[in-house]
């Protein structure tokens, strides 16, 4: 499920929080369309670039919340 898709023109810094995760070596995933890569990310906080026109989902029964989110530019 996406927790953050960025629809500007500028790359942005996400924040995440994460509770818990059944597989810290895969918690996330980043890309578009059906092109997404896996990110790994344990239990903590977490800043995370996202570009333009991509999303960020959470994976393998990670439990996430947004904290913010700011321009990289």
Do not use: W
């Not at 980043?30 to 790994?40: D, H, S, V």
């Not at 344990?42 to 439990?63: A, F, R, S, Y």
């Amino acid at each position: 499920m996406a927790i953050y898709t960025n629809h500007s023109r500028h790359g942005s810094i996400v924040t995440i929080n994460i509770q818990s995760t059944a597989n810290a070596d895969a918690s996330l995933e980043k890309g578009a369309k059906a092109n997404f890569e896996k990110l790994k990310a344990d239990v903590g906080c977490h800043d995370l670039v996202v570009e333009p026109g991509q999303e960020l989902k959470v994976i393998n029964e990670t439990v996430a919340t947004v904290i913010g989110v700011r321009s990289r530019g």
